[in-house]
């Protein structure tokens, strides 16, 4: 296993999102790699885990064949023994543009011949009328690309591997041990509190979900209401995605919610695992949330906005905590949150331990593949698993840099588009006030 220089292993997840979920996923990565790198037989010192954004393929550069804008990723992954994809939704094409990055991060991978892995990994579908889903198809098609695991769409990703000869499996997201990777996070005790995580108002509609704003808003406000009628306590926060925060200021400003039933600046995900740990139950629309819940055996009810959130549920046998949104949702959730059958749930250790078996087969298969050794059984791997140090100062000053700056341009994006509106306004006046003066100039009239 190359004795004389440390293997290097390139992660990518969506770690510079400011959506905690991911951040979690990154640092559940982070501590499975080291595990199975350790039930390999390599010492700290034989290997090194250089965790970066997937995105190393910039924006500006997709619609492009310009090198330069591949310079990044060009370098990180000729230093690189194995890439390793965790967790992200990384085949997302539909209104996102992670499939186009990751395609062209593969491509890379394939000059250098770096073994790719694909761990976990998110995918909203599979549309063989969608350049973007074939872009990436192809990409997955070439020899780099070692083995594929998803925590979802298991359906999906035969479609995207027909023909391929490749490993594939449905597995638990990383997070799943989130127990024991923020173990020295969690809460003391827990409260009787319910945490209602909200989530940005255009996420249903994005989704294909006729469920827009009005119908979030009155969701949130009528289960308030029926909460408060029921005397059960709770506070409305979110993962800490900026426009899950803009929309719950919303329901501040503009529907009633008191300021002192909500939470803001949930900025680490050490912070986001603590919250969770301290309630009595959660309701959320965004998936880790949900997923830590289960890890931390706090009962979830899980409200479908995208196919994940139904995927994670049905794979830990949860089904009748999904919520459909609609009018009785509200009513619905009130009802499940005071029943006493609304309980934590035994872990299916299979379930769990997929995830981590998987990943260590396949770097097994890269790195040492005559080795007669077997994956660490669950009860050995949850002992070993690295807890997270924590957010440094630094880290957590650039998370909150990264997380303004997408505040700020979606502010600069709606200001030039009400910029631009501005002069068809004016012109639109100007015409009906003509067509006003012929009016009453054909009518004999006059027009001051």
Same mark, same amino acid.
């Given at each position: 296993?190359?004795?004389?220089?440390?293997?290097?292993?390139?992660?990518?997840?969506?770690?510079?999102?400011?959506?905690?979920?991911?951040?979690?996923?990154?640092?559940?990565?982070?501590?499975?790699?080291?595990?199975?790198?350790?039930?390999?037989?390599?010492?700290?010192?034989?290997?090194?885990?250089?965790?970066?954004?997937?995105?190393?393929?910039?924006?500006?550069?997709?619609?492009?064949?310009?090198?330069?804008?591949?310079?990044?990723?060009?370098?990180?992954?000729?230093?690189?023994?194995?890439?390793?994809?965790?967790?992200?939704?990384?085949?997302?094409?539909?209104?996102?543009?992670?499939?186009?990055?990751?395609?062209?991060?593969?491509?890379?991978?394939?000059?250098?011949?770096?073994?790719?892995?694909?761990?976990?990994?998110?995918?909203?579908?599979?549309?063989?009328?969608?350049?973007?889903?074939?872009?990436?198809?192809?990409?997955?098609?070439?020899?780099?690309?070692?083995?594929?695991?998803?925590?979802?769409?298991?359906?999906?990703?035969?479609?995207?591997?027909?023909?391929?000869?490749?490993?594939?499996?449905?597995?638990?997201?990383?997070?799943?041990?989130?127990?024991?990777?923020?173990?020295?996070?969690?809460?003391?005790?827990?409260?009787?509190?319910?945490?209602?995580?909200?989530?940005? &108002?255009?996420?249903? %509609? /994005?989704?294909? *979900? !006729?469920?827009?704003?009005? #119908? @979030?808003? =009155?969701?949130?406000?009528? $289960?308030?209401?029926?909460?408060?009628?029921?005397?059960?306590?709770?506070?409305?926060?979110?993962?800490?995605?900026?426009?899950?925060?803009?929309?719950?200021?919303?329901?501040?400003?503009?529907?009633?919610?008191?300021?002192?039933?909500?939470?803001?600046?949930?900025?680490?995900?050490?912070?986001?695992?603590?919250?969770?740990?301290?309630?009595?139950?959660?309701?959320?629309?965004?998936?880790?949330?949900?997923?830590?819940?289960?890890?931390?055996?706090?009962?979830?009810?899980?409200?479908?906005?995208?196919?994940?959130?139904?995927?994670?549920?049905? &794979?830990?046998?949860? %089904? /009748?905590?999904? *919520? !459909?949104?609609?009018?009785? #949702? @509200?009513? =619905?959730?009130?009802?499940? $949150?005071?029943?006493?059958?609304?309980?934590?749930?035994?872990?299916?250790?299979?379930?769990?331990?997929?995830?981590?078996?998987?990943?260590?087969?396949?770097?097994?298969?890269?790195?040492?593949?005559?080795?007669?050794?077997?994956?660490?059984?669950?009860?050995?791997?949850?002992?070993?698993?690295?807890?997270?140090?924590?957010?440094?100062?630094?880290?957590?000053?650039?998370?909150?840099?990264?997380?303004?700056?997408?505040?700020?341009?979606?502010?600069?994006?709606?200001?030039?588009?009400?910029?631009?509106?501005?002069?068809?306004?004016?012109?639109?006046?100007?015409?009906?006030?003509?067509?006003?003066?012929?009016?009453?100039?054909?009518?004999?009239?006059?027009?001051?």
């Amino acid at each position: 296993m190359a004795p004389h220089k440390k293997i290097r292993i390139l992660l990518l997840t969506n770690r510079d999102s400011d959506n905690l979920g991911d951040q979690v996923i990154e640092a559940c990565d982070i501590s499975l790699l080291e595990a199975a790198m350790e039930n390999l037989g390599c010492t700290r010192d034989q290997y090194k885990i250089i965790s970066r954004a997937a995105g190393v393929v910039f924006r500006k550069y997709l619609d492009n064949s310009d090198l330069k804008g591949r310079e990044r990723a060009r370098k990180l992954i000729a230093n690189a023994d194995i890439v390793v994809f965790g967790g992200a939704p990384l085949f997302n094409f539909q209104y996102q543009i992670f499939a186009e990055r990751t395609a062209l991060t593969v491509r890379v991978a394939e000059e250098f011949a770096t073994p790719v892995l694909f761990s976990a990994i998110g995918i909203e579908g599979y549309d063989e009328e969608n350049p973007k889903c074939i872009e990436l198809r192809d990409a997955l098609a070439l020899d780099c690309v070692k083995a594929i695991s998803t925590r979802d769409d298991f359906e999906a990703l035969e479609c995207y591997t027909r023909g391929l000869s490749i490993p594939i499996a449905k597995v638990a997201d990383p997070a799943v041990f989130s127990e024991q990777v923020f173990a020295p996070f969690l809460a003391s005790g827990r409260t009787d509190k319910i945490g209602i995580f909200v989530m940005r &108002s255009n996420a249903f %509609t /994005d989704n294909g *979900i !006729d469920f827009d704003r009005a #119908a @979030a808003t =009155k969701l949130w406000t009528d $289960l308030a209401r029926d909460l408060d009628a029921k005397g059960i306590d709770y506070e409305f926060i979110t993962s800490g995605h900026f426009g899950d925060e803009a929309f719950m200021d919303y329901l501040i400003r503009n529907h009633g919610i008191p300021a002192s039933k909500c939470v803001f600046a949930m900025n680490t995900p050490e912070k986001l695992a603590e919250a969770i740990s301290s309630y009595r139950a959660i309701v959320s629309c965004r998936l880790h949330p949900s997923i830590i819940a289960y890890s931390l055996g706090v009962p979830s009810l899980g409200i479908i906005w995208n196919d994940k959130v139904r995927h994670f549920y049905e &794979s830990t046998n949860q %089904t /009748d905590r999904l *919520i !459909d949104p609609g009018t009785e #949702a @509200a009513a =619905k959730i009130a009802r499940r $949150l005071s029943d006493e059958s609304l309980s934590p749930l035994a872990k299916d250790e299979t379930y769990l331990a997929g995830v981590y078996d998987f990943l260590f087969w396949q770097i097994k298969a890269i790195l040492a593949p005559d080795e007669n050794i077997e994956p660490y059984p669950l009860a050995n791997l949850c002992d070993i698993l690295v807890p997270y140090a924590g957010t440094t100062k630094e880290e957590h000053e650039e998370k909150l840099r990264r997380k303004m700056r997408r505040a700020y341009g979606k502010y600069n994006e709606l200001f030039d588009r009400q910029a631009e509106m501005q002069p068809k306004k004016r012109t639109t006046l100007l015409d009906q006030l003509r067509n006003a003066t012929a009016r009453f100039r054909r009518n004999g009239q006059t027009s001051e």
